[in-house]
């Protein structure tokens, strides 16, 4: 009993010594979050338009989880906080989760990565912003949050846009349509991945949160570990006909595709670890970094 309450105590206390971040820090890292999130697009049309952006190989998603993935080698370094008060690790149960969010996110991101290379950029954006819709949707249903008014405004700018853009597309072929369907449901399901995310950070009930960096490394790392499992199977068997002959097509030599690879997963990178920055410090967590993110898709596509 006594141990037990000095462990609540412990824990207390080190809480009480987390540094909350400055708010033009957490501003700052959100505006960077929604513009790497844009140029991811860009450069799956450049990866398209280059031939190594196949639907079914999706060479582009090792670099798109690899990137993020080097941000645990700083779990390695011991954090420093006042006091020297230590932070009492999570629990198996919620790394667990988050290794289950990290399926989730798997399949929403191979959707909406192979559904963008089909659709192209423009519609991409379009659909995507509906990001916004399900994370408010998501959010008031799980996390039981009451969004004020100005929230709500900025839904309805975002969906007042999807319809806008939407009417003035052309008509659609079917290689454009599965694209876009794969788009829409690749982003209900990271909407999904928001909510999910935001929880088992700030409100967790099975012990402590995880902390950014850790919850970036588990889900990014769980994603790279299986679609390296996925070139290894099934890309190494097609890479000749499905990779390598496209990219002759289309005069792409092997340094031009790995800086297009490593520019994914340098934004990558910056979008992820941004992304879980602005899930758990940002006022309104989830749902504010879908409103912001899919305002300015609604805008860049309504511009471009």
């Not at 450069?43 to 798109?64: F, H, K, R």
Request: aromatic share 10%; net charge positive; charged share 10%.
């Amino acid at each position: 009993m006594e141990s037990s309450r000095n462990e609540m105590a412990h824990n207390i206390s080190a809480a009480k010594c987390e540094m909350k971040p400055d708010m033009k820090l957490i501003l700052s890292l959100g505006g960077i979050f929604v513009l790497s999130g844009v140029l991811q697009p860009i450069l799956m049309a450049i990866a398209e338009n280059a031939g190594i952006a196949d639907s079914t190989c999706m060479i582009y998603m090792l670099p798109y989880y690899f990137g993020p993935f080097l941000l645990s080698f700083t779990l390695c370094f011991p954090s420093k906080n006042p006091n020297n008060a230590t932070t009492a690790s999570p629990s198996f149960r919620t790394c667990f989760k988050a290794v289950i969010i990290a399926f989730f996110d798997l399949t929403a991101q191979s959707m909406n990565y192979s559904g963008a290379a089909m659709a192209g950029p423009t519609l991409f954006a379009i659909i995507y912003s509906s990001v916004t819709v399900w994370t408010a949707v998501l959010s008031l249903i799980i996390l039981k949050r009451q969004m004020i008014c100005i929230q709500w405004l900025g839904v309805v700018t975002v969906f007042g846009g999807l319809v806008i853009t939407g009417l003035d597309s052309v008509a659609l072929g079917p290689k454009v349509f599965h694209g876009s369907c794969l788009v829409l449901f690749g982003s209900a399901m990271h909407a999904l991945t928001y909510v999910l995310s935001e929880s088992i950070m700030t409100s967790n009930k099975d012990g402590p949160a995880l902390s950014v960096v850790m919850n970036c490394s588990i889900q990014m790392g769980v994603g790279m570990t299986i679609n390296l499992i996925w070139q290894l199977t099934y890309t190494r068997k097609h890479f000749n006909e499905l990779i390598l002959v496209p990219m002759q097509e289309r005069s792409t030599t092997p340094l031009m595709a790995f800086y297009i690879l490593g520019a994914i997963a340098l934004v990558s990178f910056i979008h992820a670890s941004t992304f879980f920055y602005t899930l758990k410090h940002f006022p309104g967590g989830s749902t504010s970094a879908g409103i912001g993110k899919g305002k300015l898709y609604t805008s860049t596509s309504q511009n471009g």
